[in-house]
């Protein structure tokens, strides 16, 4: 019978703490990066919605999962839907994934996926701001390098709110729902 009245102040120190701040209430995200075809800012002048993916053109595993799944998601998508969203790979590895490299690369998810790139400064900021990170690892005896980072893709709303984080692993038909949710 002792155990009930730790239980309830338990429940009642949880009920202490502060809310979590609702996604897509915070500060729209700003970001100046650089595609091939020329400058993409954020937040979108046109209200696009906008699913991030921050990768690189040598990811031996991560990056063409993640596009690879970005693109049954714009698939799944109407015309006129697919009209408003813009799924954009950031590169974290400007060193190597030049605009024309990025360009290519994309191309060969879809069309429509578009190959970004930023100061290291720029990028480091924007991955903060989404609340995630990358690290470029020692090179090897070869001289080729990796660079860890995530898996997961970063939802922004048409005000350039941050929606949703979607996991590494996410699937299309949720990436697709979680877009419409937005639309």
Do not use: W
Request: with cysteine; net charge negative; hydrophobic share 45%.
């Amino acid at each position: 019978m002792r155990i009930l009245p730790f239980l309830a102040l338990l429940f009642l120190l949880g009920a202490c703490q502060p809310a979590a701040e609702p996604r897509g209430t915070g500060a729209p995200v700003e970001f100046h990066l650089q595609t091939a075809a020329g400058p993409l800012d954020g937040p979108a002048a046109d209200a696009q919605v906008r699913l991030l993916f921050f990768g690189y053109t040598n990811c031996p595993d991560l990056s063409p999962t993640a596009l690879a799944t970005g693109a049954q998601a714009l698939n799944g998508l109407t015309p006129a839907e697919r009209e408003r969203v813009r799924l954009v790979l950031v590169t974290v590895d400007p060193e190597r994934d030049t605009p024309a490299a990025l360009q290519g690369y994309t191309a060969f998810f879809h069309p429509l996926l578009v190959g970004a790139s930023a100061t290291p400064e720029q990028t480091i900021a924007l991955a903060k701001a989404l609340g995630t990170g990358f690290e470029k690892q020692a090179p090897r005896p070869d001289g080729s390098y990796f660079v860890d980072h995530s898996g997961s893709s970063y939802l922004l709303d048409g005000s350039g709110r941050l929606a949703a984080t979607l996991p590494a692993g996410a699937s299309p038909q949720e990436m697709v729902a979680a877009i419409r949710s937005l639309l």
